[in-house]
C-alpha cells in the first residue's frame, strides 16, 4: 500500500463529496483497488468510517451559511436506516444486474435533466418540505441503497433538488449528513466482519477532512446554475460508467 495514493486518493474524494454533497464511497471504492492495491472487501469497507468526519466537516462549512434543513436530515436517517436494512435482507432474491442497469439509467436521466430544467433562483428561505416526501425518498433509495450494496448517496443530492424542490446548496448541505449517517450501520457491520483497514482509514480522512471543507467553500460561492451544471456532469459520468459496467460485468 502506498501512502501517497491513499492521501490523495482521500484528498480528491473530500474535496468531490464536499462540492457535490455525497459521501465518496462509490470513487473511492475502485480508487482503492486500482490505483493502492487494497483488497476488494478492505476498499469496499474502508471509505465508510473515513465518510462520517469527512462530510461533517464539509457541513461546517455549509452550517455557517445556514444552508442544512435539520429535518430532512434527520427524517431521512431515521428512515434510511431501517429501509437500507430491509434492501438488505431481499438482495438475495432480487437479480441485482437488472435493478443496476435500471439505476444507472435513472442517475442518466437526472443528469441530462440538469441541463433540461433551468436552475432554480438563488432562495433566501428553503420551502417546507411534505413528510410523505421525505419518506418516499428515504425508503426507495435506502431499500435499493440495500439491495445493490451502496450508499445511495449519488441520488440523494439530485432527488432533493428534483423531487423536493429545494435550492441546490441546501439539497448538497442535506445530503452530505443523511450520506454520513446512513454510513454509520455499514461501518458497524463491515467493523464486526473485520473488513476495514484501519490506517486506510486514518490515511483517507487525514486529507479527505481538510479539502472536503474546502469542496464545500468552493460550492457555497458559485452561483446555482453553475453548480448544478457541475452536478449534472457528474451524474452523467457515473451513470454512464455504472450502466457500462454493469452491461460488461
Known amino acids: 500500500m502506498s ?22 464511497s462509490a470513487i473511492a471504492t475502485p480508487a482503492l483497488q486500482i490505483f493502492a492495491g487494497i483488497n476488494p472487501f478492505a476498499a469496499l469497507a474502508s471509505p465508510l468510517p473515513a ?3 469527512t462530510t461533517l ?6 452550517r455557517k451559511e445556514k444552508f442544512i434543513i435539520k429535518r430532512i436530515v434527520v427524517l431521512s ?64 433509495v435506502g431499500f435499493l441503497s440495500g439491495l445493490l450494496a451502496n450508499s445511495g448517496g449519488i441520488l440523494y443530492g439530485p432527488l432533493f433538488i428534483r423531487f423536493f424542490k429545494i435550492p441546490t446548496k441546501h439539497a448538497l448541505a442535506c445530503s452530505l ?20 483497514h484501519w490506517q486506510v482509514v486514518l490515511y483517507l480522512s487525514i486529507s479527505a477532512i481538510p479539502s472536503s471543507y474546502l469542496g464545500a467553500k468552493l460550492a457555497i460561492s458559485l452561483r446555482n446554475v453553475v453548480l448544478e451544471k457541475i452536478f449534472g456532469v457528474m451524474l452523467l ?7 457500462w459496467y454493469s452491461i460488461v460485468k
Not at 96 to 123: D, H, N, Q
Not at 180 to 186: K, S, T
Request: aromatic share 14%; glycine share 14%.
Open 237 to 243: 459520468v457515473f451513470g454512464s460508467f455504472d450502466l
Open 77 to 140: 436517517i431515521v428512515i434510511g436506516i431501517p429501509a437500507t436494512l430491509i434492501g438488505s435482507f431481499f438482495s438475495e432474491w432480487v437479480g441485482g444486474k437488472s435493478l443496476m442497469i435500471l439505476t444507472a439509467i435513472f442517475v442518466l436521466s437526472l443528469g441530462i435533466s440538469f441541463f433540461i430544467v433551468p436552475a432554480e433562483r438563488e432562495f433566501v428561505n428553503a420551502p417546507r418540505v411534505p413528510f410523505w416526501k421525505i419518506f418516499t425518498v428515504a425508503t426507495s
Open 57 to 62: 466537516s464539509a457541513s461546517l462549512a455549509y
Open 3 to 24: 501512502i501517497a495514493i491513499v492521501l490523495l486518493i482521500g484528498a480528491i474524494v473530500g474535496f468531490l463529496s464536499g462540492l457535490l454533497g455525497k459521501g465518496g
Open 177 to 196: 449528513l443523511v450520506a454520513g449517517g446512513l454510513a454509520i450501520p455499514g461501518t458497524i457491520a463491515h467493523w464486526y466482519l473485520g473488513h476495514i
Open 51 to 53: 465518510t462520517l468526519p
